[in-house]
């Protein structure tokens, strides 16, 4: 199984400042083939289901913030929120989709500072 | 909108069994993979199982293999989860979830509870 890690597991930022998240794959997630990550990140508030931030490692999904972005590629990865608003408070993870089981990080906790 | 409606779930016995059930309704649901997801405080979130459109084909997470049975009904657009020879380490909540690899719509979220 390819074992997703993020780190760290929570961290306390400013208003206004950025915040950035890791996630490192056991494997490569890089299809050759089409040259794309099979990566995703999730934001998770509480009593919610998770929610589609960023798929192909780096592709917002639609509504999401120009804030967020992912970028990494191969084994290691990074969400960045460039400007944290007191809204991004939340639990995000990282999710392999490169093949079965598919397998997400342990996810960070974003809080204010 | 896109909704994925859960249902079933609830409290039962070692050894018992239990179906989940998820309703889709705002796209066509007969054209999407999709996807039971379950998350505990421990563990964190794990992929269960996924079946294709059309379902004739399946996949599962080793820990429910031969105890737990995905399908799909597409006349009524509706996901279906059947947990059999239940254990403690299968409570949780359980998600269905639209999609085979980054999953765009996710359900409320059904708990599961397994205790004598």
């Known amino acids: 199984d390819i074992v997703m890690t993020q780190s760290p597991d929570s961290l306390a930022v400013s208003l206004g400042e950025r915040a950035t998240i890791n996630c490192k794959s056991s494997?490569?997630?890089?299809?050759?083939?089409?040259?794309?990550?099979?990566l995703a990140w999730y934001q998770q508030k509480p009593g919610q289901p998770p929610k589609l931030f960023v798929y192909w490692a780096s592709t917002r999904e639609s509504g999401v913030p120009d804030r967020f972005s992912g970028s990494g590629s191969g084994t290691d990865f990074t969400l960045t929120i460039s400007t944290l608003q007191a809204e991004d408070v939340a639990v995000y993870y990282c999710?392999?989709?490169?093949?079965?089981?598919?397998?997400f990080g342990g996810g960070t906790k974003v809080e204010i500072k | 909108e896109v909704q994925l409606v859960q249902s079933g779930g609830g409290l039962v016995q070692p050894g018992g069994s239990l179906r989940l059930s998820c309703t889709a309704s705002g796209f066509i649901f007969s054209s999407y993979w999709m996807t039971w997801v379950r998350q505990t405080p421990g563990k964190g979130l794990e992929w269960v199982a996924n079946?294709?459109?059309?379902?004739?084909?399946?996949y599962y997470v080793d820990s429910v293999k031969g105890r737990f049975t995905i399908s799909r009904d597409n006349a009524k657009n509706s996901l279906f989860l059947q947990l059999n020879s239940l254990r403690a380490e299968d409570m949780t909540v359980y998600f269905c979830a639209r999609g085979r690899g980054a999953f765009d719509a996710w359900g409320q979220g059904t708990m599961v509870t397994v205790s004598s």
């Open positions: 079946i294709k459109e059309d379902g004739s084909e399946k």
């Open positions: 494997q490569s997630v890089l299809y050759s083939s089409d040259n794309k990550n099979y």
């Open positions: 999710q392999q989709y490169y093949r079965t089981p598919l397998t």
